[in-house]
């Protein structure tokens, strides 16, 4: 099991690296990994994306640097699916963004699927007695859908002081040529069913640089009070397009059903090609977790050329140390191998 020096040894790398002007941003997995969460278990950290094949990938570290995809107990030579079979109203092929988080002693999944009947995409839940599964939808129908909406995506579950769970998501009005907007809702206390109606957090795409979609909300908690990342903005890199206009941004929010306003500054985090301090193309759909007792936030971002071109249609997982700074999140320069 990796010690506090360890971690505290990964952020000296990463500065060091910035004051030898190496690139600021460098991914730690050059898999496609896109929207990833990451949880810390036993020693280990787990790490979950969009399908890319299988319906839930998982990777695993032991160092937030080094990672692998998981392996199938009764055959290591095969990726592991932590979810080999959706819940009953769910259709194979479109499953993205999950979350999971332990509740009572088991594993709760949150994630977007293509709901059969209807035909957009929604939000379910699924339990396993392990973090790599294999998660079980018993359900019949999705968690939450928003048809008149179009559709819904991007669960975030968050747990509060007071133990109360939360769950964030975006309507998929951009799907349907609609506004979006960040909407919040009490769960359970097992995680499994939402109580009362959802409330906007009164963000929507109403910035110029948020374009036509804001979505991935991630609700953090800190000593100054509630403040929720999102991402927005096409997230695709398109052949025309120098960069991604994929960004992070951040709101303010009074309490954890918001209302919420957007924080000044933001976006937070956004593509760039520099000479001194790297490529990045379409840094986005981030999650704020602890590792060995401080803040890192993963995200994604796509693989690029030398020249800071898009290679190949993978987005590669980053992580990276999580600073504060006057109440404004500040993403600090990522996590990667020390020198040898």
Same mark, same amino acid.
């Given at each position: 099991?990796?010690?506090?020096?360890?971690?505290?040894?990964?952020?000296?790398?990463?500065?060091?690296? /910035?004051?030898?002007?190496?690139?600021?941003?460098?991914?730690?997995?050059?898999?496609?990994?896109?929207?990833?969460?990451?949880?810390?278990?036993?020693?280990?950290?787990?790490?979950?994306?969009? =399908?890319?094949?299988? =319906?839930?990938?998982?990777?695993?570290?032991?160092?937030?640097?080094?990672?692998?995809?998981?392996?199938?107990?009764?055959?290591?030579?095969?990726?592991?699916?932590?979810?080999?079979?959706?819940?009953?109203?769910?259709?194979?092929?479109?499953?993205?963004?999950?979350?999971?988080?332990?509740?009572?002693?088991?594993?709760?999944?949150?994630?977007?699927?293509?709901?059969?009947?209807?035909?957009?995409?929604?939000?379910? /839940?699924?339990?396993?007695?392990?973090?790599?599964?294999?998660?079980?939808?018993?359900?019949?129908?999705?968690?939450?859908?928003?048809?008149?909406?179009?559709?819904?995506?991007?669960? =975030?579950?968050?747990?509060?002081?007071?133990?109360?769970?939360?769950?964030?998501?975006?309507?998929?009005?951009?799907?349907?040529?609609?506004?979006?907007?960040?909407?919040?809702?009490?769960?359970?206390?097992?995680?499994?069913?939402?109580?009362?109606?959802?409330?906007?957090?009164?963000?929507?795409?109403?910035?110029?640089?948020?374009?036509?979609?804001?979505?991935?909300?991630?609700?953090?908690?800190?000593?100054?009070?509630?403040?929720?990342?999102?991402?927005?903005?096409?997230?695709?890199?398109?052949?025309?397009?120098?960069?991604?206009?994929?960004?992070?941004?951040?709101?303010?929010?009074?309490?954890?059903?918001?209302?919420?306003?957007?924080?000044?500054?933001?976006?937070?985090?956004?593509?760039? =090609?520099?000479?001194?301090?790297?490529?990045?193309?379409?840094?986005?759909?981030?999650?704020?977790?602890?590792?060995?007792?401080?803040?890192?936030?993963?995200?994604?971002?796509?693989?690029?050329?030398?020249?800071?071109?898009?290679?190949?249609?993978?987005?590669?997982?980053?992580?990276?140390?999580?600073?504060?700074?006057?109440?404004?999140?500040?993403?600090?320069?990522?996590?990667?191998?020390?020198?040898?």
């Amino acid at each position: 099991m990796i010690r506090i020096a360890s971690a505290l040894a990964l952020l000296a790398a990463a500065a060091a690296a /910035v004051a030898a002007r190496e690139p600021v941003h460098l991914p730690v997995f050059q898999e496609d990994f896109p929207d990833p969460a990451v949880i810390e278990h036993k020693g280990q950290f787990i790490a979950y994306s969009t =399908n890319n094949g299988a =319906n839930l990938p998982v990777a695993v570290s032991s160092d937030l640097v080094n990672w692998r995809f998981a392996t199938r107990p009764d055959n290591p030579k095969k990726p592991l699916d932590g979810m080999p079979k959706l819940g009953a109203w769910a259709r194979v092929g479109r499953t993205w963004a999950p979350e999971v988080i332990e509740i009572g002693g088991r594993w709760v999944l949150y994630y977007t699927a293509r709901h059969d009947k209807r035909n957009i995409q929604c939000i379910g /839940v699924a339990t396993a007695t392990d973090p790599l599964g294999p998660f079980v939808d018993t359900a019949q129908d999705a968690l939450v859908c928003q048809p008149e909406l179009g559709g819904t995506i991007d669960a =975030n579950v968050f747990r509060d002081a007071d133990g109360k769970l939360y769950l964030y998501y975006k309507n998929d009005g951009n799907a349907v040529r609609k506004p979006t907007e960040l909407w919040a809702q009490r769960l359970s206390d097992d995680g499994t069913a939402l109580i009362g109606e959802p409330v906007s957090l009164k963000l929507k795409n109403d910035q110029p640089w948020e374009a036509h979609a804001i979505e991935a909300p991630t609700m953090v908690r800190r000593p100054g009070g509630y403040t929720m990342l999102y991402s927005a903005n096409h997230f695709g890199w398109e052949p025309h397009q120098r960069l991604s206009p994929y960004a992070m941004g951040y709101a303010v929010c009074t309490g954890p059903m918001g209302p919420c306003t957007d924080g000044p500054g933001s976006p937070i985090l956004y593509s760039y =090609n520099d000479k001194e301090a790297g490529c990045l193309s379409g840094p986005g759909h981030q999650f704020v977790f602890k590792g060995r007792g401080r803040d890192f936030i993963a995200f994604h971002g796509w693989a690029a050329t030398k020249g800071c071109r898009k290679a190949d249609d993978k987005r590669y997982l980053y992580v990276a140390p999580l600073f504060w700074k006057e109440g404004k999140p500040v993403v600090g320069p990522s996590l990667r191998a020390a020198a040898k």
